[in-house]
Nanobody
Framework: QVQLVESGGGLVQAGGSLRLSCAAS????????MGWVRQTPGKQRDLVAA???????TYADSVKGRFTISRDNAKNTVYLQMNSLKPEDTAVYYC???????????????WGQGTQVSVSS
């Protein structure tokens, strides 16, 4: 049974920073891509960033230069460092894992419970 547990969300002022963490268990972490997806009420989930098994990354245009995804295979954990936060970054952030294209497309079967990020202006 795959389990993904996110942490690190919260309320921050615009321009501030947060670091999200996602601890994975139940499968061979190193063998799968990891990603962060966010969702606001009434909208679909959108990919924020993804990291492949080899460390290659991809980012949504809206977060390039501000967010950094990384993974620690020894700790089975993926991180999302978020800097220069903007009010439009406010959303529930979900961790996901799977084959690269399922992570990028948001079609994986494996999701965390989500963590709220709120950015005040």
């Amino acid at each position: 049974q795959v389990q993904l547990v996110e942490s690190g969300g919260g309320l921050v002022q615009a321009g501030g920073s947060l670091r999200l963490s996602c601890a994975a268990s139940g499968r061979t972490f190193i063998s799968y891509a990891m990603g962060w997806v966010r969702q606001t009420p009434g909208k679909q989930r959108d990919l924020v960033a993804a990291i492949a098994t080899g460390g290659s990354t991809t980012y949504a245009d809206s977060v390039k230069g501000r967010f950094t995804i990384s993974r620690d295979n020894a700790k089975n954990t993926v991180y999302l460092q978020m800097n220069s936060l903007k009010p439009e970054d406010t959303a529930v952030y979900y961790c996901t894992t799977g084959r690269w294209m399922t992570v990028v497309r948001g079609t994986s079967d494996y999701w965390g419970q989500g963590t709220q990020v709120s950015v005040s202006s």
